[in-house]
């Protein structure tokens, strides 16, 4: 008999505090692997507090939290090295240059030489930019960046807040196709967006976050 897949997030009536406020209050939200799910709502809804428990970076008060088949609420630090978290602060050491903090990103996953200079193909960063420092970078070529480290991570889930911000039309495109090939191959990404069109667009699941919790699906 094959196993029966597992759920790639798991979430019954999750509540997380922030600061002494429930950033959740009695989330439930269920994504198998392969979805690209959109997370929408007004401004402190709790989009962005979703994926950072998704990322294990928020603790659970209550409730059943499960991602990647580990119990959030036993061992977060367990899922950290499986996922991508992109907030939005890049994540990226402004003194190293661009092929090092792609390289220092895949190194924890174990990435080959050619899979970091993959990575920096694909999001436009080969030749002229890589050994330029991060601090010398515009925004949108460090937004750049630290999508190459995310894709050199090798996520099994992608969580992603307003990833498009800082674009131009181009690294747009280049990031929707990634995520869309991230998907095929078997990865499963959430973003938060309120870039309704372009990520809808994107997205197989689109479900409303409002109040610290999950309100409905469409």
């Given at each position: 008999m094959e196993p029966v897949a597992r759920p790639v997030v798991h979430l019954v009536d999750v509540v997380a505090v922030l600061g002494g406020f429930p950033a959740l209050a009695g989330a439930s939200l269920t994504v198998e692997r392969g979805e690209i799910v959109l997370l929408r709502g007004p401004n402190g809804a709790g989009k962005t507090s979703l994926l950072r428990l998704c990322a294990g970076l928020l603790a659970v008060e209550r409730g059943e939290a499960t991602v990647l088949g580990c119990d959030l609420a036993v061992?977060?630090?367990?899922?950290?090295?499986?996922v991508g978290l992109l907030g939005h602060a890049n994540g990226l050491y402004a003194d190293l240059t661009v092929g090092d903090?792609?390289?220092?990103?895949?190194?924890?996953?174990?990435?080959?030489?050619?899979?970091?200079a993959a990575s920096m193909e694909r999001m436009g960063l080969a030749n002229r930019l890589m050994d330029v420092p991060v601090g010398r970078l515009s925004a949108?070529?460090?937004?750049?960046?630290?999508?190459?480290?995310?894709?050199?991570?090798?996520?099994?889930?992608?969580?992603?807040?307003?990833?498009?911000?800082?674009?131009?039309?181009?690294?747009?495109d280049e990031l929707d196709h990634t995520l869309r090939a991230a998907a095929a191959a078997g990865a499963t990404v959430m973003v938060a967006s309120h870039e309704l069109e372009r990520a809808g667009a994107l997205a197989t699941r689109v479900v409303e976050v409002v109040g610290g919790q999950v309100r409905g699906a469409a």
């Open positions: 061992d977060r630090a367990a899922v950290r090295r499986r903090n792609v390289r220092f990103w895949g190194a924890t996953v174990g990435a080959t030489e050619g899979e970091i949108g070529q460090r937004r750049r960046t630290a999508l190459a480290c995310l894709v050199a991570r090798r996520a099994e889930l992608w969580l992603l807040d307003e990833p498009h911000a800082g674009l131009d039309a181009a690294g747009r």
